[in-house]
């Protein structure tokens, strides 16, 4: 089979494959640097061969996602994990691994300050503290180019009675405030939602209502983060983000996987269907333009997985929900829809997913130099026994270093 | 016991206890019209001897849930449920049974029009057939003296595909705007959201974020309608309560009990608790108070307990949350929670629940005329023996008429 | 491309390729003489023309699914809906069709004497009366030559302390021993869980532990219905079915598909990569074969898609889902598992998934004298508009005749 | 108010009054060594001062919870955790504080061989590993008089594909008939289920099902352990207790609470009237007796608030919840519930629920020579200022040791 017969059973013309394998080249995808640490559950976080020790090979590991995949041209750093002496250093360093700088993430989760709360916490001194953190990480977005402050917010309360849900909203919009007052014309605040945990009563940002408010109160900068898996059981997502995208505050995507809570899985491993529909809200909406202002980027564990084959496993499937989002077709699905034709409306959206994409990737992949198989040529390439042997000694990166 | 053991466990002093009981006292729940008639499951609908066979029979019945309970002044109709000949004949009848008339609700589900939609449709016809029936309810609260236009719009779809998420949104919005024009000055329109059912793919209004921001776009007027039983699985409910008011959007709540999805039972029957904490977040934000603009309904099914009786015991069960919220010692609770006292705040907390307000409620009623034990002084009565005696022939009052 | 490049992808050489092509046209869906009446939600039942009025134009709708798709050759009855007069005479027509009887439903969820249980009921009298339902049943089985009688008992309570868990418990056991002993040496008894709805608080059979333990009680006849829709939100169903089959207690299958409680929707519409899972426990546990016991059935609601053909496209989906599963590269992921490659093995079972098996069935269908496109080649037939022209004036088939 | 008139609003006679005072005097409740310790999220574990070093300060302070409760005897044990050289010593030691040991927890989730399972690994070596592990359990039970094994799995796979659901089965079953088959004829294997978590797509102990079939394969000494957090979101928990219960296989509780997943909460914070369900169940059908073979036993974690208090005040909860169940006007209910009087039915339940019970439980303390209130009375006891000031250095015992 050639993609052009996939894409001609999607019902897409020549002319329209063009755009599709355009829109698919243009596509980018940010990965996370600690996604190549060790990470676990609170039972336990299983270490594995090879893992980075630092910021820098933490980079090196990235490099390759994006050496096979050719679309990860950014990483995701977190501070303090990621902080190092000279960031110009650290810059040239993932130039040189065929990247760059993306967000800078803020920590509010593992300081003991921080217990009871960070941005919302009562004690004025804790807040200021938290509220300092973000000015560091302002200086280091502006020491490594990055545009995006993405904070996400783990505070909240474990007990009824415990605090003040109104006064803990109340002390986290002056928080805010504070940070993005400091933020540059260029520079944009992105603020992530999640359901609970780690605490399990109250989130002071549990969902994209919550997370929206307060983006409006900031002002045009601030943006709405989505975390796939940060919802309500059975909560339809993609209706978030077509909610997002019609109010303009979809900031970015922190994509992941999950059966139950958030699991934080390679992305499309629980619900590929989920991913398309999420994806065709973008394309369909014109969203996934480099120009949206909506960031992708990953943000998963590997607990029992490699690392960087995740990475790149995730990768490939938004590529191919990517692909089939492109390949609906946009103007048979819009004549069903408005003659109220519900059974062929659903199988034209059908058609589209059900196509086997993976030989268009693999043909735009050749066409890029890059092997069709991304993991098959990593793996071949023989890094990870490479990393294993050099990378001894030290301490492995993980989420709690 | 008496009352005054009950309050002073609770931690109030007799100062305290006066103000509890005068916020009991002026307290007020409005109840709906449709919970006097039969309804029921998909699967089948049981009928009750003796339920109403007009809007003049409901108005009767919710009389007597206000002559027992003593606050239950206000009843919502439902168009065209509710359809009169004469409405100031019905707003006269209302008053000889010692209630007025509430909020005004729309119907938009029992239409074969409206299989695909109403306010969202695709056909520009059926949203003008939807719009028009809003004009219509405007017109008969016009003539009841009714402030309230309350919507819950069934409107969604099954399946992925069937329509656009956002082409729905922009005709939703565009009919509301064309309602909203229509109200006086003096009237709101009261926007309910729903998280599924009827639909089970998208509903076009699932969350407080989708309700709130059509009413930001709306005007002043327009308020967020929150029914404790449309969220998904283990959602937060006084959170959203307090996010609400906190941005000065909570209209009014349509009051239930659930288990599993809109189970629409008795007030406070499957988590009291949940109940308690709601009713906290309205006491303790200062939400109680008759010119708050907050509307406390009932909206509930009584599928095979009695109608009535269902309607008095939900009523009691939510003054009984509301005198436990009074009774939380707020001074104290304040110091344990800026404190960081995570169990001296819970246990605080936890203490005015725990407390039996019956006798204090018991009370109130003996000091207002009331027999203390509403139920009973109903059942005593003999009305239901009565009306299932008179209300022999024509058709029972349900959803599909 | 052909379907022999799709099987190739797969992983299968051509003798596998003859299997699964083998145990497609094996494979054999039940359909429910329901699914083409009228259904709905408790808002509102939308009526679709040419609606059949009777069982006999019940059966007529059921032949045109075998006629187009060739593997739906039984139709479940639905008892007192599809009542006659000659139940020989029902079998013939069937057979005129294309189609015989398949498993014989009771309803315990529309007769007034129901309201607070049936097979549970604290009344000896009603629960007599439900017994001898099913009597009627077996009967009713007898001649029209079915195996199964199927039970969904949709008893439960509503409120907490409305009855005792325990004591209904024990009096359906009591009536379930009554109901067993009058089947034949060759009937079976299948019995369904579901996790809520109707009531609203207990389900007496709420899920498949309290199914199997009714089962285990009985004797060897009595099998679990599987019901894809009863369960609890993000609840592993295939983990279910391999566990059912373990215990040798799988009877069959009620599939239909949905994204919050029980939507009843199209098979395979929500979440078509669980229908995948669930197929493939089905044949790897060697449970497709017809002699596995396991019956394969459709139980959903068409309220706004034609019925005909949205059983055709479950149907369909089902197939799709069964190909895949059976494309999967046994020999292969066993060795990753057994390896402990995670990513390997999950590779390997994503592959089969991401499959276009459509040409592969198409061509199927080919050789057995079929459309390739059953749907199309269904509305080409003017089969709709000949019965919505025919099928003018008496009742038309819904929930509630 | 005295107890007696909290015991006559429960419409209880003198007679029965002492039933239930003699009920709750007889009540024990099992805590838990690890409580002590300190715990947390994957996100952070916070440091508590004062936290136990060793198996000895852990029954120090679990000798603190009984010494203010009366209600706590014993001490369930986790191995490693609590291994020592001479468990006579350990035991005299406990004896001296007052405390026995409990049952003996099998740890199968922090060895990294068990990164892909233990009793259901792929590999004999390791599945024979973590048999030996429980068999050296055994010898702890021998050694310190301990009946119950307790066996949570922590088994599961994140991946589908991953594994062979049904050959997990398998050698599970196998696993745990060698543990089995070492057992005393006085001791019993007591095995928890368990919905998600640490595993994100199966675990092999997800429910009641599961755990009782392997337990009826077992043998009559094998019971299932129910942990109140361990269920899919709405799970009806206390039909579950009344099943097992019926099945005669519920070995213990697990008691926490939760909003959202296994959040391990004190007991009755989340949802307080579900406890008191759950208890009903309990004493209703006379399993709180201490021949039941029901062990109550606490789980949980004091991630934010001091320990021994949170122990404590979950004792407490427990114990006004069996109060409450305890007041329950069983002949008026049943009469209600015989009559189909749903309404009547379910206020006799609410009548006992709504009862403060915290007079009755201070005059059973006090009658004991308790302090009526335990948390203030432990709290005024210097109990944490002096062991804050003697444990420093060393390291504080936690999940990771």
Redesign the interface.
């Known amino acids: 089979?050639t993609a052009t017969?996939?894409t001609a059973?999607g019902g897409a013309s020549a002319d329209a494959r063009a755009d599709v394998v355009a829109a698919l080249r243009a596509q980018t995808i940010e990965v996370p640097s600690w996604a190549f640490g060790n990470?676990?559950?609170?039972?336990?976080v299983?270490?594995h061969a090879g893992v980075p020790r630092d910021p820098y090979e933490k980079l090196a590991d990235a490099g390759q996602v994006n050496l096979y995949t050719g679309i990860a041209p950014r990483v995701s750093l977190h501070i303090p994990w990621d902080k190092v002496e000279d960031y110009d250093d650290l810059a040239r360093h993932a130039k040189e691994q065929g990247v760059s700088i993306g967000a800078i993430n803020s920590n509010l989760?593992?300081d003991?300050d921080?217990?009871?709360g960070s941005l919302t916490h009562?004690s004025p001194r804790i807040r200021a503290k938290a509220v300092a953190h973000h000015l560091e990480c302002i200086e280091i977005m502006r020491a490594t180019g990055s545009r995006d402050l993405k904070i996400w917010l783990?505070d909240g309360t474990?007990?009824?009675?415990?605090?003040?849900?109104?006064?803990r909203?109340d002390r986290l919009a002056e928080s805010l405030a504070e940070i993005y007052a400091a933020l540059g014309a260029d520079q944009r605040l992105i603020l992530e939602y999640k359901?609970?945990?780690?605490y399990?009563?109250?989130m002071d940002i549990?969902?994209?209502?919550?997370s929206?408010?307060h983006c409006l109160a900031l002002g045009e900068r601030a943006m709405v983060v989505l975390d796939t898996g940060h919802?309500?059981?059975?909560?339809?997502i993609?209706?978030i983000v077509?909610?997002l995208?019609?109010?303009g505050r979809l900031g970015a995507f922190d994509f992941n996987s999950?059966?139950?809570?958030d699991?934080d899985?390679?992305v499309g491993?629980?619900?590929?269907?989920q991913l398309f529909?999420i994806m065709y809200?973008i394309t369909?909406?014109g969203a996934l333009a480099a120009d949206s202002g909506v960031s992708f980027m990953l943000d998963q564990n590997h607990?029992?997985?490699?690392k960087i084959?995740?990475q790149i496993?995730s990768i490939m499937n938004i590529q191919?929900a990517t692909a089939k989002a492109l390949l609906?077709d946009a103007e048979a699905?819009?004549a069903a829809?408005?003659a109220?034709d519900?059974?062929g409306?659903?199988?034209?959206?059908?058609d589209a997913?059900?196509?086997?994409v993976?030989p268009l990737l693999a043909d735009i992949r050749a066409a890029q130099g890059l092997a069709p198989d991304p993991?098959a040529a990593f793996t071949a390439s023989g890094y990870v026994a490479k990393v294993a042997a050099e990378r001894v000694g030290g301490t492995q990166a993980g989420?709690g270093a």
């Open positions: 089979m017969d996939t059973r990470s676990g559950t609170r039972f336990k299983f270490p989760f593992q003991d921080y217990m009871l009562a783990p474990n007990y009824p009675g415990q605090d003040s849900i109104s006064g909203q359901f609970f945990e780690p399990t009563y109250t549990p969902d994209w209502g919550t929206l408010l919802h309500a059981p059975n909560t339809n993609e209706f077509a909610q995208l019609r109010a999950r059966f139950y809570a699991d899985m390679m491993a629980a619900d590929p269907f529909r809200e369909s909406n607990n029992i997985e490699p084959q995740g496993r191919e609906v699905l819009l829809q408005l109220g519900v059974l409306a659903n199988s034209l959206f059908m997913y059900n196509t086997d993976r993991i989420w």
